[in-house]
């Protein structure tokens, strides 16, 4: 008998060396720098598939075309619905959209790209890299519950906060290439784009601006965290529920489907929802990074003073111009971003 325990114990501790804890531990090995890679792919597959729409929301987040869209108004626009400013919003938002391909080349329509990937494929990873592990480390800290909307709010605002601080200089690159064009003088000459490329911009913000020029708009960007946090702990909260529904009713590869459907729908209602509440933000961000002249000064010198003036220029409407093109664009964003981002932290995070 004694020789029967002796073998069943060997067999115990032979089954358990051959199958120990390794999935796990791969799984908590890999879980930091999953989160750069996936985040990283979701932000290149972003950017490169909405980089038209970037250029435009930026255009009209500045004071690019406020001539022009003054051009348009009317008292009778003043007097229509509500109904129709809208669909006159949308129209005109499209018209800038095919002037820009008509005046400047289908290549306009990708000015700053080059910024906007070097910007957006470290932005995410950055930021993906910092909410994943937040999420992991602030229930140990604190003591707080993994699937709590305060871990996910919290970790995100930690992200945005991070995040914006470690791109902003590429972000105010991208935003003056694309809003860098050649102009007419007042001889009938034509004065060249004031920009040959990312470096030269560089240069000539530290040269005329100081170091200090490179972080514009860093207060407005601040002030995105909270949209950041919106948008991730309403996912976060939507995609917790999906994941008990699923589990209380037993994982098919057709819920698995259904799953990533429901969250691709998540990652963009959620992202509609943060936009609508914090987008002030994005206008003043770019006002700030666009740093415009007036009297021989800048025009802008702070957030609250940027706020400020715009509402007394162009009233409240200004604060969410460029709406249209941000959402268009930043709806399937999100869901871009979110579904590459987790379907590549799957793949990356699968036992060995």
């Known amino acids: 008998m004694q020789a029967l325990r002796n073998e069943s114990k060997d067999a115990a501790l032979n089954a358990a060396s051959e199958h120990p804890i390794a999935p796990p531990q791969v799984q908590q090995t890999n879980s930091s720098w999953t989160h750069l890679v996936a985040g990283a792919a979701g932000g290149m597959a972003t950017a490169l598939l909405t980089s038209p729409l970037d250029v435009l929301r930026t255009r009209l987040q500045s004071d690019y075309y406020r001539s022009h869209l003054k051009s348009h108004a009317s008292a009778q626009h003043m007097r229509s619905s509500l109904a129709r400013s809208f669909v006159l919003h ?12 008509r005046t400047e080349g289908w290549r306009s329509l990708f000015r700053g790209l080059g910024p906007s990937l ?3 494929v470290p932005a995410t990873a950055i930021k993906f890299y910092a909410y994943g592990n937040c999420k992991r480390l602030y229930p140990e800290v604190f003591g707080l ?23 902003n200089p590429i972000w105010l690159v991208k935003t003056r290439l694309q809003l860098d064009k050649s102009h007419r003088n007042n001889d009938g000459s034509m004065r060249p784009p004031q920009y040959r490329n990312s470096f030269d911009c560089v240069k000539q913000v530290i040269k005329q601006e100081g170091v200090k020029g490179l972080y514009k708009g860093l207060m407005a960007s601040y002030l995105g965290v909270i949209e950041t946090t919106l948008h991730l702990a309403s996912y976060e909260r939507i995609k917790v529920m999906v994941a008990r529904h699923y589990e209380r009713q037993g994982k098919t590869q057709s819920s698995e489907v259904a799953q990533g459907l429901i969250l691709s729908g998540a990652a963009g209602i959620s992202k509609l929802i943060a936009v609508l509440i914090a987008y002030p933000h994005e206008v003043l961000r770019t006002r700030l ?11 802008y010198t702070g957030v609250v003073q940027c706020l400020r003036l715009m509402v007394k220029e162009e009233g409240f409407v200004a604060l969410y111009g460029g709406l249209t093109a941000h959402m268009i664009r930043t709806v399937p964003s999100a869901a871009i971003t979110l579904g590459t981002y987790e379907l590549v932290l799957k793949l990356l995070s699968r036992p060995s």
């Not at 938002?93 to 820009?100: M, P, R, V």
């Not at 519950?145 to 791109?167: E, I, Q």
């Not at 990074?289 to 800048?298: S, T």
């Open 90 to 101: 949308f129209s005109e938002t499209f018209e800038i959209l095919f002037s820009i391909h």
């Open 118 to 120: 070097t910007g957006v």
């Open 145 to 167: 519950d993994k699937d709590a909307t305060s871990t996910h709010a919290l970790a995100a605002a930690t992200a945005g906060a991070v995040t914006g601080t470690a791109t």
């Open 289 to 299: 990074r666009q740093a415009p002249m007036a009297n021989g000064r800048q025009k």
